[in-house]
């Protein structure tokens, strides 16, 4: 069973930037599908940025232009670039990623606290 290991979470102001890390245990090309969610307090864990690879990128509408999925193969991690951090995108952030006709796979989360 593959592994993923969020870091880079963390307390930053409004108007800051993170960025955060997903290691996987293994290659993340035996996954068709990479990416970020978020649950802040209270509400149900959301999107926000997917890739499925080879194919294309998708974003929340309320990240767009500032936040940026990628992934290196190099050394098997998917990040994400947030900058221009609002209140609103406290949470905590999961790492996911999926393989084709097989269960999907979670990270742990890491706390994202954007003060005002």
């Known amino acids: 069973q593959v592994q993923l290991v969020e870091s880079g979470g963390g307390l930053v102001q409004a108007g800051g930037s993170l960025r955060l890390s997903c290691a996987a245990s293994?290659?993340?090309?035996?996954?068709?599908?990479v990416g970020w969610y978020r649950q802040a307090p209270g509400k149900q864990r959301a999107m926000v940025a997917v890739i499925t690879i080879g194919v294309n990128i998708n974003y929340a509408d309320s990240v767009k232009g500032r936040f940026t999925i990628s992934m290196d193969d190099a050394d098997n991690t998917v990040y994400l670039q947030m900058n221009s951090l609002k209140p609103e995108d406290t949470a905590v952030y999961y790492c996911?990623?999926?393989?084709?006709?097989?269960?999907?796979?979670w990270g742990q989360g890491t706390q994202v606290t954007v003060s005002s």
């Open positions: 996911y990623a999926q393989r084709w006709g097989a269960k999907g796979v």
């Open positions: 293994g290659s993340i090309f035996n996954f068709n599908v």
